[in-house]
């Protein structure tokens, strides 16, 4: 069974950086479409950027709230996926998750962001 574990969250003021991680077990990684979603307090959880497989071109899609200030990446080697967000707002406040896109696996425990002063 295909595993995610997400890292990197923690609090950070307004306009500050974070870099997340996501490690996936085997090597789903390298074929799949993957994407990172997040889920504020009391909201549904929503998509935030999105990469498709290195065999198609590695193409990039965001949510419009975090176009030009997150960069999603893979690095298949180390089956490894990362969200570097920069310019953080504190509408940015949720646990951030990874998984497929669309989602298919079971989700991990997510990372907690808090953007806050």
């Known amino acids: 069974q295909v595993q995610l574990v997400e890292s990197g969250g923690g609090l950070v003021q307004p306009g500050g950086s974070l870099r997340l991680s996501c490690a996936v077990s085997?090597?789903?990684?390298?074929?799949?479409?993957m994407g990172w979603y997040r889920q504020a307090p009391g909201k549904q959880r929503e998509s935030v950027a999105s990469?498709?497989?290195?065999?198609?071109?590695?193409?990039?899609v965001y949510a419009d709230s975090v176009k030009d200030r997150f960069t999603i990446s893979r690095d298949n080697a180390k089956n490894t996926m990362y969200l570097q967000m920069n310019s953080l707002r504190p509408e940015d406040t949720a646990v951030y998750y990874c998984?497929?896109?669309?989602?298919?696996?079971?989700w991990g425990q997510g990372t907690q962001v808090t953007i806050s002063s």
């Open positions: 990469i498709s497989s290195a065999e198609s071109g590695g193409t990039t």
């Open positions: 085997g090597s789903i990684l390298r074929i799949s479409a």
């Open positions: 998984n497929q896109w669309p989602p298919a696996l079971s």
